[in-house]
């Protein structure tokens, strides 16, 4: 057994000592290169304290002396075993990457193996394994993973959200007490976090330290941020369980879902760019362009009819759409929103041909197919609750649960409920030639339940069983993830699907916050982002194209906008950001995610940096009115100083212009400059109102002559 186990990557470290009793953690933070002291000089002992130093847990647990949120939870009856004396007794190398260590408390009767890996890209990933190994059964109720934050930690930084408005940061000061957040959903929820970080005072997109962490999991759980009178704060992750919803038999096992850490001494996008290219190491990351799509939803909602349909592919083909997705409305009984769900059978009277008709036209177009479902998901009106009103999950008693959006969850814990709709999916994709679906997902539920106890987790692992058996039997569909919009977007999912939906609300100024904020951890390419109506349903404010088409390119570039109501400047326009879109998706699919760090509230800046620093791509916007007159100078963040680059304005085009009379002066066009003079000096940006933007390419002047 290794005493001192230094894992280094992507400029962090992971320090370990398991010299002593049970394992410390002795850094997480920058790479400190290979030699760390034998010994690292011991804290002092206060005067009304434990008699020996406080020290920084892997584990933290009472039984050595620990005072706050404890890892490990649970007893067995009578709260015997109720606070475990685990003791280091194992490691085993994982690679270069990784270490597991074995934790014993013999008396107890448990064992714990906690995997602890650290990749090229400095992804930290940790996930814990608890064994039961007493004769009677334990109840676990709580297993956490707790990191430390380092040096000059002082400000917490989240996100929260609801229907319409996901992923908006909220950030405050560091101070005693524990920042908890608790998510009851049953799902990941709308006001869920993608990340909990903590930084360094003031830190920013492109400055300070930030440890942050994600928990990759779609059901129950908990984040918090503990600050104790001893030590660093700590970072906890744990799925969140019911009472008694974990009762471990003997031999048996509970593990717990992927904590994902990073650390970075250059701000949040140090943060994004170390996920990004983890997720993109993926054996199973998206490698074909992202096609763009169009979706139904907004453009006819529930009134599924063939030839409005057909006359939409006809727009979608001329336009330049690839994949065409037929949202809800389609199978037995879902005129609307109150019926049907569950009854996955082609509506026999909206669709007396079945989908073919219309799938054959998308296809003849030139377009793949995608098709959403709720698999989830059912209405109390359906024929399946009719003939099996047992399938509803719930408390128990014989109490149905509240409807939400007039629908209740479907118990995947049960054999018969689940396979039932394993059949009914699998027939789908065996009857239609569908290259997508569009899995939705759309009602939280407090009381998840089956058989009367709690079934969070299982439902959630059972949902994750059902798409992963879906999938082997068609590797060929890809999947995305929505749920209410961003109400399901976690790792935990990203396993299994190729995208997510970030939100319902498809209002461009919304969407800013909502995608930049949702980019901080997922790459553009894993986002779903839709050009909407001129008019947002869900807002009903007004957004020129322009605005709709810059804020939409930098994701998985969509429509969702009834394209056959088009003028011919519209559909030029639209054409064109199509185009662009195609022209640079590989960039913005592939790039570094960067952020600018402007002092004025007015704009915001980003954009995707070639992972070679050739080229690049920034959307200049303006989401407010602002004090000054004109913009200034803005600085391209992520450049390569070295490199010059030819600077031009692709967007708004020739024919979208922005009618600003004061901008006839302003051409950036045409200018070369260095990436150390765009980045320290800037470039002027011309005077725009409210939800209006440019989009800015920079391309090295050596690759656009050929050299
Ligand atoms: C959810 C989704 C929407 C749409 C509707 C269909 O709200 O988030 O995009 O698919 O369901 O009912």
Redesign the pocket.
Known sequence: MRDIVNLRGGGSAFVLDLSGPTPVIVHWGADLGESIPDGVPASPVAHSALDRPPVQELVPQASSGWRGRPALEGHRSRGRAFSPALVTTGSRDLGVEGVEITMTDAAAGLVLSLEIQLSPEGMLRLRSTLRNDGDDDFTLQSLSTALPTGLGASEILDLTGRWCREQHPQRQSLRQGTWLREYRHGRTGHDSSLFTAVGTTGFSNRSGSVWATHFGFSGNRVTSVEKTPTGPALIGNAELLGAGEIVLTAGESYETPLTYASYSARGLDGVTDTFHRWLRSRSTHPATARPVVLNT?EAVYFDHKLDSLVELADRAELIGVERFVL??GWFRHRRT?RAGLGDWYVDEDVWPGGLASLIDAVRARGMQFGL?VEPEMVNEDSDVIRAHPDWISGAGFGRTPVGWRHQQVLDLVNPAAFAYILERLDALLNNNAISYL?W?Q?RDLTEMGHTGAPSAHEQTLAAYRLIDELRQAHPEVEIES????GARVDLGILERTERV?AS?CNDALERQTIQRWTEAILPPELVGTHVGPTTSHTTSRTHSLSFRAITAIFGHFGIEWDVRTLGDSELLELSEAVALYKKHRALIHSGVAVHGDLVDPAYLLGGSVAQDGSEALYSFVCVATSFDEIPGRVGFPGLDPDVRYDVTVIFPTATSPYNQRSNVGWIPDGITASGRFLAEVGLPMPILNPEQGVLIHLVSSLEASGL
């Open positions: 939803w949202d809800d929103d959403w569009k939705d759309n929505c749920s209410s919009g939906w319902d």
